[in-house]
């Protein structure tokens, strides 16, 4: 079974500061999606990665994928309330395959 | 981008009884679609792997008498939970395969309570 562990699990910052969320498992992905989801909601895609040591950047939130495509993590600075949410990364064995979901990591940015 | 749509968002039933979810893709082809459930403050869990036109592949503890889906179109799969139960609570929700795109999209997902 791939799993992918997801830190941290749960984290509260001020406005202002920046935080990584980390995605790490012991197996390969040949991609690797970071979504965000609101309660009540489904998960809605910020990113895929796919190449080993991509980086790309949407905004203040920068995704990178690790050399050996086991890990990624997800940076995002000068963190704003409006970043509250659970941010889960997901893990694809192939193209045509289901995904694997991290955890999650709850994030609370207070004003 | 793609949309993927889901019915009913939220449905309540009594124990014993089953319940159809319908998961669309509203604007493009989807071959495979996905079923995930969620229970609260949990992560997403996949189920199964719609497949249009052939039987769907479950995943490891999955029921497959007790989920049964059905993908009899390229933008239709429909799960239903059959003699549903309380532990059967839970937000279903389905991801549909835009093969053009490589991309999966989620629907809005469906909450399930089983009084």
């Known amino acids: 079974t791939q799993l992918l562990e997801q830190s941290p699990q749960f984290l509260s910052i001020q406005e202002g500061e920046n935080l990584t969320v980390y995605c790490n498992s012991s197996?390969?992905?040949?991609?690797l999606q970071w979504y965000r989801q609101e309660p009540g909601e489904g998960p809605v895609l910020l990113v895929t990665v796919v190449t080993g040591g991509e980086v790309k950047k949407l905004k203040r939130l920068t995704f990178q994928f690790g050399d050996a495509r086991k890990d990624s993590s997800l940076h995002i600075t000068a963190a704003q309330p409006g970043d509250t949410g659970l941010y889960l990364c997901a893990g694809a064995r192939g193209g045509a395959d289901g995904l694997t979901f991290g955890k999650g990591t709850h994030l609370i940015i207070q004003p | 981008g793609a949309v993927v749509s889901q019915h009913p968002s939220w449905v309540i039933c009594k124990s014993g009884t089953s319940v159809k979810i319908e998961c669309r893709s509203l604007d493009f082809q989807a071959t495979t679609m996905f079923w995930y459930r969620q229970f609260p403050k949990q992560s997403l869990m996949l189920m199964a792997t719609s497949n249009e036109g052939s039987k769907a592949t479950y995943e490891q503890g999955v029921e497959k008498d007790k989920f049964l889906i059905n993908h009899a179109s390229l933008t239709l799969s429909t799960l239903t939970v059959t003699s549903a139960h309380p532990e059967d609570s839970s937000f279903y929700i389905c991801?549909?395969?835009?093969?053009?795109?490589?991309?999966?999209?989620f629907g809005p997902g469906t909450r399930l309570t089983v009084l």
């Open positions: 197996s390969v992905f040949s991609s």
């Open positions: 991801s549909a395969r835009d093969r053009m795109a490589d991309t999966q999209y």
